[in-house]
C-alpha cells in the first residue's frame, strides 16, 4: 500500500521547466511512450498513474466511492511532493478533465495547456457515452465493456494501433476501481460546464483528430469562447492523436511550449462544414 500515485520523472537540469502528463481513463505512463525522448531533451517531465491506473494500486487513503477533489488531490501531493510550483501540462481525453479539476483547485501551479482528444462542452454525443456507459454497466462484464468503447471511441481500422494500446493498458483496472471512476459522472458535467464558463487566463493548445467525430464539435465551441485557446487539427488521426501522428503530434506541443505566452494566438483550423 501506498499513499502516492506512481509516477515517473526525467529531470533535464532543476532549473529547467516542468511538463506534467496526465493519461486518460484506462491509460497509464504507457501512453506517453512516443513522446518521451521528444520532450525529455528539452524540459523535465513527469509522467503519472493515476488512482488505479497503471502501477498506482492500492492507493492510501482507499474510498468506497471517487469525487474530482480525491483524485485531484492525488495529483496535487505527487507535484509537492517533487516541490513542483509551476508546470506545463499535456493532457489526453479524460485527462483534459481532470486538468479542469485541477485548474480549479491550484491555477497558480499552470503555465500553459495542451489538450489531446480534449473533453469540453457536454454535447448530446457526450452525454450520450457516458448514459451509455452506465447502461451496460448492468449487463456486461467491465472487460467486454472497455472493449466496446475502444471501438467506440477509436472506430477506424488505420488506427487499430491506438486502439491496441488503449486496450492493453486498460486491463490493469478493476472492475471494482473502473465502477469508482465511472461514478464521477455525477460531477462530469457540472466539471465542464464550469470550466466553459470561467475565465481562463493560460494559454491552451487544443490537439484534436480530425476523425475524432465524438470530441470535435465540443471541442470546437470551446475554442471559439476562450481567446487564449489555439485549435489545430491532426490529420490522419482519431481520439488518441499523440500514438496516430506522434510526430506531428510532438512538434506542435513544442513549437507551442517554446512561443512566448504573450504571443499565443487562437488557431481554428476546424473545417466550417463541422457541425455535429
Known amino acids: 500500500m501506498c499513499d502516492t500515485l506512481n509516477y515517473k520523472i526525467y529531470v533535464k537540469n532543476p532549473p529547467s521547466e516542468w511538463v506534467v502528463f496526465l493519461h486518460g481513463a484506462g491509460g497509464s505512463i504507457q501512453t506517453w511512450n512516443f513522446q518521451i525522448n521528444a520532450f525529455k531533451k528539452y524540459y523535465n517531465i513527469l509522467l503519472i498513474d493515476l488512482r488505479d491506473h497503471g502501477e498506482s494500486k492500492n492507493i492510501q487513503p482507499a474510498y468506497s466511492r471517487y ?45 500553459k495547456m495542451i489538450f489531446i482528444g480534449g473533453i469540453f462542452n457536454a454535447n448530446w454525443r457526450i452525454k450520450s457515452f457516458v448514459h451509455l456507459a452506465r447502461i451496460l454497466n448492468l449487463f456486461l462484464p467491465y472487460r467486454r465493456m472497455y472493449q466496446i468503447f475502444s471501438y467506440l471511441i477509436i472506430p477506424k481500422k488505420e488506427h ?4 491496441r494500446i488503449y486496450q492493453r493498458q486498460a486491463r490493469t483496472l478493476k472492475a471494482k476501481e473502473y465502477l469508482k471512476w465511472l461514478g464521477l459522472y455525477r460531477e462530469f458535467f457540472l466539471l465542464l460546464r464550469s470550466f466553459h464558463q470561467q475565465p481562463i487566463n493560460n494559454p491552451m493548445l487544443i490537439l484534436m483528430g480530425e476523425n475524432d467525430y465524438l470530441f470535435l464539435a465540443s471541442a470546437r ?11 489545430k487539427l491532426i490529420y490522419n488521426a482519431g481520439h488518441i492523436c499523440n500514438i496516430d501522428e506522434p510526430t506531428e503530434t510532438n512538434q506542435a506541443i513544442l513549437n507551442f511550449l517554446d512561443s512566448p505566452i504573450q504571443t499565443a494566438k487562437k488557431q481554428q483550423t476546424i473545417p466550417q462544414s463541422d457541425t455535429s
Open 221 to 231: 465551441k470551446f475554442s471559439i469562447r476562450k481567446p487564449l485557446a489555439e485549435l
Open 160 to 163: 487499430q494501433l491506438a486502439r
Open 67 to 111: 469525487n474530482f477533489d480525491i483524485v485531484s488531490k492525488d495529483i496535487l501531493r505527487v507535484l509537492d511532493e517533487e516541490h513542483i510550483e509551476k508546470a506545463h501540462f499535456v493532457t489526453l481525453s479524460f485527462g483534459s478533465v481532470m486538468m479542469q479539476a485541477l485548474y480549479k483547485r491550484r491555477p497558480a501551479l499552470v503555465m
